[in-house]
C-alpha cells in the first residue's frame, strides 16, 4: 500500500465510501463527507440515521468493513481511541467522558497523567493535577464552591459537559465531537455549552455538533449534514436552506427537498 | 471546619471497617478480656489476618476493576504445594520463584478468558476454582507433603515464615504489602486508570485507557498475593494437604467487601480488605476461645458479612447527607 503524503490544503477530516456493518444491519452506507478546521458542523438526523456510528469511526471506536478515513491529508488505517485522541480528536457525549467515582482533577488528566519523580518513582502530580482543572473550573463558569478535588457525582449536567469541553481546550484539540451536548440540561446550561461550542470554534478547531434538534444547531452551524438510514442526505452550507426547510427534509426521510432545489435520487 | 473534615474521614470506603474493628475490640475485650488481650490470641489472630489479608488486597483490586476472582482458595493451595513439592528438585529458592511463576500465570490465563473470551470473570474464576482444586488432587494423590528440616532453616524460608523483632514475618510482608500497593493504587498512574476502569469502563476507553490491560495486571497482581499469601503460611508452617486454601475465596471477597470495597467497582481500601481480614479472623478465634463450636465459624462469617455491608450503606448514606 502506498503511504499518502501529507497535504496542507487536504480537509482536516476526510471520510470516503465509508461502510459498515454490525451483522445483518447496514449502518453506514458508502459515505463520503469532509470536515475543514474553524468550522461548527451541525450533523442531523434521527434515531438510527447512523451519525453517532459515524463518529464512533472518528473517535476510533468502531473499525469500518470498508472505505477510506483522511485525517490531515492522511490516510488513518489504525483505529482505536488511543490514536484518536493522539491526533487530537475529543469526543464529548452525554453519559460518557467523567467517572463519578473519581475528583474532578483525577478526571481531568485521565490517560495522560503528569507525574512526578520521587527517588525515581513516578507518582501522580496532583498539584499540576489541581491547578489546571481549577483554572478550568473558574473559566468555564462553574459554581464557586467547587474544587478540583470534589468528586464529579457532586456536578450537575452542565458542568460536567464545561469540564468535558475544558479538557478539550486543555490538550489542544483539533476536532471537538459533541455528541447530543444539551440533553438533558436546562435552558441556561444549554445556552452555556452551546456558547463554548462556538468559542472552540472561533478558536480554529474543528467542531461536529450531533442533535436531533435541527433549530438549535441553525442558529450555532456554519454547514448542516443529514443522515438518514446510514447515509449522508444532505450536506449544506447554513445559509442554502432554513431551519425549516431542514426539518421537512428529515422528516421525509431525506428523500423530499423543497421545490426550489432537486435531489438527483441515490 | 473540623466537621468537614470528620465527614471527609467518613466518606472513606474503610470507615466502616475501622468503626468495626474498634466495636470488635470494645466488645470482646468486655465479654472476654483476658482471653482476647492473651498474648497468643492477639499472635494467632494477627498471624493468620496477615495471610488472608494479602489474599485480600488482591482481592480488593479485582474488585476495584469491577471483577471477581473466585480462584483464588484454589491458587493459594496450589502454589503452596507447588513450593513444598518442587524444593526437593530446585530449592528453596526456585521453588518459590517456579510457585510465585504457576500462581501469576493462572491470573493471566483467567484474565485472557475474561478479555479475549468475553466471559464475565465470576464465570472463569469459578471454572478456575474448579479446575486448580483438580489439579491439586491429581499433583498431590491427596497425600501430605512437607520441607525437610535444613529447608526450614534456608534463610529465604525464615525471611518469608521466621520473625523480626518477636513479629511474625507474615505481619511486616502483608502490613508492608498493603502500604506499598496503597501508593500503587492512589498515588500512580495505575491506581488512576485500575480506578476509571472500574468506576465507568467506558469513559476510561474513551480516555484512551487500555481497560484490557488493566484489568489483566489486576488479576496477575491477585493471583500473584493469593500465591504469595501461600508462600507466607507455608514458610512458617511447612506441610500440605489437598485442603489448603478451600473456601479462603470466600472469606477474601468477605474481607474485602467488609472494607468498603463496592462490586460495582471503582471504590475499595486496601486497609479495609486487611482490616476485614482481621475481624473476620478476630470473630472466629474469640469465638473458638469461647468455646463456641468451630463449625459454627462459617454461619458467623455471613452474619459478620451481612451486618457490616448494612453498617456500611448506611455509612455511605449518613456521610452523603452530612456533605
Known amino acids: 500500500m502506498s503511504v499518502t503524503p501529507m497535504n496542507k490544503n487536504a480537509p482536516l477530516i476526510e471520510v470516503r465510501n465509508l461502510d459498515l456493518h454490525f451483522g445483518a444491519f447496514h449502518a453506514l452506507k458508502n459515505v463520503s463527507v469532509s470536515f475543514d478546521s474553524g468550522q461548527l458542523i ?15 469511526v472518528l473517535s476510533g471506536i468502531h473499525k469500518p468493513n470498508s472505505g477510506e478515513v483522511y485525517f490531515a491529508g492522511k490516510r488513518v488505517k489504525e483505529f482505536h481511541p488511543k490514536l484518536a ?29 503528569p507525574v512526578k519523580r520521587w527517588f525515581g518513582i513516578p507518582f501522580l502530580d496532583f498539584k499540576k493535577m489541581r491547578d489546571a482543572s481549577t483554572k478550568v473550573i473558574r473559566t468555564f463558569g462553574l459554581r464557586e464552591n467547587v474544587s478540583a478535588d470534589d468528586q464529579v457525582e457532586m ?12 479538557r478539550a481546550v486543555e490538550f489542544k484539540n483539533r476536532v471537538v465531537i459533541m455528541d447530543e451536548p444539551t440533553n438533558h440540561l436546562s435552558v441556561r446550561e444549554r445556552e452555556h455549552v452551546n456558547e463554548l461550542a462556538q468559542q472552540l470554534r472561533d478558536q480554529g478547531l474543528l467542531v461536529i455538533y450531533i442533535t436531533h434538534d435541527i433549530h438549535q444547531v441553525h442558529k450555532l452551524a456554519d454547514r448542516i449534514v443529514i443522515m438518514e438510514n446510514g447515509e449522508k442526505v444532505t450536506d449544506v452550507a447554513k445559509d442554502e436552506m432554513t431551519a425549516d426547510e431542514l426539518e421537512e427534509v428529515i422528516r421525509c426521510g431525506g428523500r423530499v427537498v423543497d421545490t426550489s432545489k432537486e435531489v438527483e435520487p441515490s | 471546619m473540623i466537621t468537614l473534615n470528620t465527614s471527609a474521614f467518613a466518606r472513606r470506603p474503610d470507615f466502616g471497617a475501622i468503626v468495626g474493628v474498634i466495636m470488635m475490640f470494645a466488645v470482646f475485650s468486655l465479654i472476654d478480656f483476658s482471653g482476647w488481650w492473651s498474648g497468643s490470641t492477639l499472635g494467632n489472630i494477627l498471624q493468620f489476618t496477615a495471610i488472608l489479608g494479602c489474599m485480600s488486597i488482591g482481592q480488593a483490586i ?137 468506576g465507568d469502563e467506558n469513559t476510561a476507553l474513551s480516555q484512551g485507557i487500555r481497560t484490557d490491560r488493566v484489568k489483566i495486571r489486576a488479576f496477575v497482581l491477585c493471583s500473584l498475593l493469593a500465591g504469595f499469601a501461600a508462600i507466607l503460611t507455608l514458610a512458617d508452617k511447612p506441610q500440605t494437604h ?47 476461645s469461647l468455646g463456641a463450636p468451630a463449625s459454627w465459624y462459617i454461619s458467623f462469617v455471613g452474619l459478620v458479612l451481612i451486618v457490616a455491608l448494612i453498617f456500611n450503606q448506611s455509612l455511605i448514606r449518613w456521610a452523603g447527607n452530612r456533605a
Not at chain 2, 138 to 155: D, I, Y
Open chain 1, 155 to 166: 456536578l450537575s449536567g452542565g458542568e460536567r459537559q464545561s469540564i468535558k469541553i475544558g
Open chain 1, 85 to 113: 485522541i493522539k491526533f487530537g480528536i475529543e469526543t464529548i457525549q452525554q453519559s460518557v467522558g467523567l467517572c463519578d467515582n473519581l475528583s474532578i482533577a483525577r478526571n481531568f488528566y485521565l490517560g495522560r497523567e
Open chain 2, 62 to 198: 479485582v474488585i476495584m476493576a469491577k471483577e471477581i476472582d473466585l480462584s483464588v482458595g484454589s491458587v493459594y493451595g496450589l502454589t503452596g504445594i507447588a513450593f513444598i513439592t518442587l524444593e526437593a528438585d530446585l530449592g528453596v529458592p526456585g521453588a518459590i520463584i517456579a510457585a510465585m511463576a504457576i500462581a501469576g500465570g493462572i491470573g493471566f490465563l483467567q484474565a485472557m478468558a475474561v478479555i479475549k473470551g468475553k466471559i464475565p470473570s465470576m464465570i472463569v474464576t469459578l471454572g478456575g476454582l474448579f479446575a486448580v482444586r483438580g489439579l491439586i488432587y491429581v499433583w498431590t494423590g491427596g497425600s501430605v507433603r512437607s520441607l525437610p528440616a535444613e529447608s526450614r532453616a534456608h534463610w529465604l524460608t525464615q525471611l518469608f515464615g521466621g520473625e523480626l523483632f518477636g513479629i511474625e514475618a507474615a505481619i511486616l510482608w502483608t502490613a508492608g504489602l498493603m502500604v506499598v500497593l496503597s501508593l500503587v493504587i492512589w498515588r500512580m498512574k495505575f491506581g488512576n486508570r485500575l480506578l476509571a476502569t472500574g
Open chain 1, 42 to 56: 451541525g450533523l442531523v438526523g434521527d434515531n438510527g440515521a447512523g451519525k453517532t456510528t459515524l463518529i464512533k
Open chain 2, 242 to 288: 489437598v485442603t489448603l486454601g478451600d473456601l479462603m475465596e470466600l472469606e477474601a471477597i468477605a474481607a474485602a467487601v467488609i472494607g468498603g470495597c463496592l462490586l460495582s467497582g471503582g471504590r475499595g481500601s486496601l486497609l479495609g480488605a486487611v482490616l476485614g481480614a482481621f475481624i473476620i479472623t478476630g470473630v472466629r478465634y474469640e469465638l473458638i
